[in-house]
C-alpha cells in the first residue's frame, strides 16, 4: 500500500547489538507497518470512536503491535467525497464513507439508502446482522474493487427539520414547499414523491440557506441535526422516519491483497469485531443526542411531532414512488431487495405496496 511506512528496527534486532535494555519500550514495539485513516466527522460522533478507539487498538492488538492507525478525524485528512478519491489513488489507506456519498462512486450499496427499506433501527441491525453486511461487503469487492471493513449505522434515521412554524402532519402539509436536498437523485426523488420543491444545496452552506429562508427545511439525522444547531433555525421536527444513513469503513482490495498475511488477518478481525458492535455503538451516541433534543423541547426552543400510524402509512406509501426512480436508475437489485423487506414482518404493506407500482 501507498501510504504504508516501515516501522523501526525490531526489539531482537536491537538485542543483537545489546542495546534493547537501554531503549524506551516504545522505541522496542515500533510497527513495521503504519496504516493512515480518516473521517470527515469530529469528535462527538461515533465514526471517530470506532475509528480511533475500536479500530485502532483492535489493530494493534491482533497484529501482535506489528500494525498501527495512524488515526485522523474531523475531515483533517479527507472529506466524504475525496476520502473515496484518495484511497483510490493510494494517498490514503483506510478512510469512511457514507453510502450516500459513496453513490458517485458505484451502486452496490445504493439499496441501504431506499426510503423505508428497514422499518426501524431493530430491523435494520436484524436484517444486517443475518445476512446483508456479509453479502454486500462480497458484492463491494467484487463489484467495486473495495474491501469494506463494516457498514455502520450513522445515528438512526432521518428526520424531517423545518421553520414553517406549524406542525408537517402528512405530504400534504409539504405540498411546493422548499426542502433542502443533497445532489443525490435518490434524495431529491424522495422529497419531491413528498410534494415538496427539492432543493440541492452543498453542506457546507446549509445552515445559511435554511436560515436565509432559501429553504424551508432539511431531512437529516437527528444526532446531526443537533451537533451541528439546526434547531436554530429549523426548531421544528417531524419524525417521518425513512431514510436510514449507514456508513462504510473501507479500503482498496488490490492495496489490502497486497499486505502481508498476518496484516490481512488483523484487519478482517478488527473490521468483523466493527461490524457487529456498530449498532451498540451507534445507540449509545444516538442517546446522547436524543437527550439534548429532550432538554431543547424543555425549554421550549424544539417541537417535535410523531405522526399517528394512519399518517405515518401516508409518508412511507407516498415515499415508494421514489423507488421507480430508483429502479429506473439501477440503483437496486430487485430479488436482494425484496428478501431485505421479507424477513421484516412490519413491512408486509410497504412490500405490497411497491410491487402494485412496478418498484418490485
Request: net charge positive.
Amino acid at each position: 500500500m501507498a501510504m504504508l511506512t516501515k516501522g523501526r528496527a525490531s526489539a531482537a534486532a536491537l538485542a543483537l547489538l545489546g542495546l534493547s535494555l537501554a531503549l524506551p519500550p516504545s522505541a522496542v514495539a515500533a510497527p513495521e507497518l503504519v496504516l493512515k485513516g480518516g473521517t470527515s466527522f469530529a469528535k462527538g460522533f461515533a465514526l471517530p470512536y470506532m475509528l480511533t478507539d475500536f479500530l485502532k487498538p483492535r489493530l494493534e492488538k491482533y497484529s501482535n503491535g506489528r500494525l498501527s492507525l495512524e488515526a485522523h478525524i474531523a475531515g483533517s485528512l479527507c472529506n466524504e467525497k475525496s476520502c473515496v478519491e484518495q484511497v483510490k489513488l493510494g494517498q490514503t489507506d483506510l478512510a469512511t464513507v457514507s453510502v450516500a456519498n459513496y453513490g458517485g462512486f458505484g451502486k452496490t450499496f445504493e439499496l441501504l439508502t431506499l426510503p423505508y427499506i428497514f422499518a426501524d433501527t431493530p430491523a435494520a441491525k436484524k436484517v444486517m446482522d443475518q445476512f446483508l453486511a456479509k453479502e454486500l461487503r462480497a458484492l463491494g469487492e467484487k463489484n467495486e474493487n473495495l474491501k469494506v471493513l463494516a457498514i455502520v449505522p450513522m445515528l438512526g434515521f432521518r428526520a424531517l427539520q423545518h421553520n414553517l412554524g406549524k406542525p408537517v402532519k402528512t405530504p400534504a402539509d409539504l405540498k411546493n414547499i422548499k426542502i433542502r436536498v443533497t445532489k443525490s437523485p435518490l434524495d431529491g426523488a424522495l422529497l419531491r414523491a413528498w410534494g415538496a420543491a427539492a432543493t440541492p444545496v452543498d453542506w457546507s452552506e446549509t445552515y445559511d440557506a435554511v436560515h436565509q429562508r432559501v429553504a424551508r427545511g432539511l431531512y437529516i439525522p437527528q444526532g446531526i441535526y443537533v451537533k451541528m444547531k439546526f434547531s436554530e433555525v429549523a426548531p421544528q421536527v417531524t419524525l417521518t422516519g425513512g431514510a436510514w444513513t449507514p456508513m462504510m469503513f473501507f479500503t482498496d482490495l488490490k492495496r489490502y491483497q497486497k499486505l502481508p498475511d498476518w496484516a490481512r488477518a488483523a484487519i478482517d478481525k478488527a473490521g468483523d469485531e466493527l461490524q457487529a458492535a456498530a449498532f451498540d455503538i451507534d445507540a449509545k451516541f444516538e442517546a446522547e443526542t436524543d437527550a439534548v433534543v429532550q432538554n431543547a423541547i424543555k425549554a421550549g426552543k424544539v417541537t417535535v411531532y410523531q405522526p399517528t400510524a394512519a399518517e405515518l402509512k401516508l409518508w412511507s406509501k407516498a415515499a415508494a414512488q421514489s423507488w421507480l426512480v430508483a429502479k429506473k436508475l439501477g440503483l437496486y437489485n430487485a430479488k436482494l431487495t425484496r428478501r431485505i423487506l421479507e424477513v421484516q414482518s412490519d413491512q408486509k404493506e410497504f412490500l405490497a405496496e411497491l410491487t402494485k407500482i412496478g418498484a418490485l
